[in-house]
C-alpha cells in the first residue's frame, strides 16, 4: 500500500523544486534564506591610473548617486562605468578599492559575499595581490586597484575582510 505513494510523492517534490527554481527571486522561502546572490560587473575587477592619492576604501552602495560618486571620485577622467542596468530596489553594490600605489603590479578582489551564521552578519572577502621584491621591471605609476558586485539586498550588517597576498616575478 506505502509502496505506491512513493513514486506519487517523488513526483510531488520535483515539481515543487522544478517551479521554485523556475521563479526563483519573485518570493522567498524561509528555509532557503541564507544565500545571497552576487553579480560581477563587465570589466571588474580593474586597476585605476590617477594622480589623487587615495586611502583604502570599502563601501556598501545603495542608490545610482553613490555609485557615481564613488566611480568619480576614483576615476575623474570618467573612463570607469557599469553599463549593465542595477536594480537598487533590489540589489545593493559593493565597493572596495586599494590605497593608491606608485607603481603596477596590483590587483584586488571581491573573492566571496555570505552570511555569517554566528554573528549573522554578511561578510565580504577580499583578496588584495601584491608584487613582492623579485619584481622590479615593473611601470612606476600611481595606479588604485577597484572591484564591484552587487549583492541582493539585505538588511544585515556588511563588513570587509582584506587577505593579502605577495607574489614573486622571477
Given at each position: 500500500m506505502y509502496m505506491n505513494l512513493i513514486p506519487v510523492t517523488l513526483i510531488v517534490v520535483l515539481i515543487i523544486g522544478a517551479g521554485y527554481l523556475m521563479t526563483k527571486g519573485d518570493f522567498k522561502l524561509p528555509f532557503f534564506g541564507n544565500n545571497l546572490e552576487?553579480?560581477?560587473f563587465e570589466n571588474f575587477p580593474t586597476t585605476i591610473?590617477?594622480?589623487?592619492?587615495?586611502?583604502?576604501q570599502r563601501v556598501v552602495i545603495k542608490s545610482q548617486e553613490e555609485l557615481d560618486r564613488f566611480?568619480?571620485?576614483l576615476d575623474s577622467a570618467g573612463l570607469?562605468?557599469?553599463?549593465?542596468?542595477?536594480n537598487f530596489d533590489k540589489e545593493?553594490?559593493?565597493?572596495?578599492a586599494t590605497q593608491t600605489f606608485d607603481k603596477e603590479g596590483y590587483d584586488l578582489k571581491i573573492r566571496r559575499v555570505y552570511k555569517d551564521k554566528d554573528s549573522g552578519k554578511v561578510l565580504v572577502s577580499l583578496k588584495e595581490r601584491r608584487p613582492g621584491e623579485s619584481c622590479k621591471n615593473l611601470e612606476a605609476v600611481n595606479n588604485v586597484a577597484v572591484d564591484i558586485v552587487a549583492i541582493s539586498?539585505?538588511?544585515?550588517?556588511?563588513?570587509?575582510?582584506?587577505?593579502?597576498?605577495?607574489?614573486e616575478c622571477d
Amino acid at each position: 500500500m506505502y509502496m505506491n505513494l512513493i513514486p506519487v510523492t517523488l513526483i510531488v517534490v520535483l515539481i515543487i523544486g522544478a517551479g521554485y527554481l523556475m521563479t526563483k527571486g519573485d518570493f522567498k522561502l524561509p528555509f532557503f534564506g541564507n544565500n545571497l546572490e552576487i553579480r560581477r560587473f563587465e570589466n571588474f575587477p580593474t586597476t585605476i591610473t590617477t594622480q589623487k592619492q587615495f586611502g583604502k576604501q570599502r563601501v556598501v552602495i545603495k542608490s545610482q548617486e553613490e555609485l557615481d560618486r564613488f566611480l568619480a571620485n576614483l576615476d575623474s577622467a570618467g573612463l570607469v562605468k557599469i553599463t549593465e542596468a542595477i536594480n537598487f530596489d533590489k540589489e545593493y553594490v559593493l565597493g572596495a578599492a586599494t590605497q593608491t600605489f606608485d607603481k603596477e603590479g596590483y590587483d584586488l578582489k571581491i573573492r566571496r559575499v555570505y552570511k555569517d551564521k554566528d554573528s549573522g552578519k554578511v561578510l565580504v572577502s577580499l583578496k588584495e595581490r601584491r608584487p613582492g621584491e623579485s619584481c622590479k621591471n615593473l611601470e612606476a605609476v600611481n595606479n588604485v586597484a577597484v572591484d564591484i558586485v552587487a549583492i541582493s539586498k539585505t538588511d544585515k550588517e556588511i563588513s570587509f575582510d582584506v587577505a593579502k597576498e605577495t607574489y614573486e616575478c622571477d
